[in-house]
């Protein structure tokens, strides 16, 4: 199971990430556990100045607007 968080402080870019991953998790059958961190210290901790962000299993792979759906789409293909 992968352990996703998507970082950000709940605004709207923000959102549509969090909902694509869902979308694509939910098409692709993938096993996560998808998480939202809104604290800035938590996310300044990941070393992103850019949100949204994104953390598969420890690792910065997005920072910095909502990542097009075939790049999430690799995440969990």
């Known amino acids: 199971m992968k352990d996703v968080k998507v970082l950000g402080p709940g605004c709207a870019n923000c959102k549509r ?3 694509l991953i869902e979308e694509v998790v939910k098409a692709k059958g993938a096993q ?6 809104e604290d800035v210290a938590a996310i300044a901790g990941f070393g992103v100045m850019a949100t949204p962000g994104v953390v598969i299993d420890g ?3 997005h920072m910095g607007g909502v990542p097009a759906r ?3 789409e690799k995440w969990f293909g």
């Open 17 to 19: 990430t969090y909902n």
């Open 32 to 37: 996560v556990q998808l998480e939202k961190v």
């Open 59 to 61: 690792k910065v792979v």
């Open 70 to 72: 075939s790049v999430v």
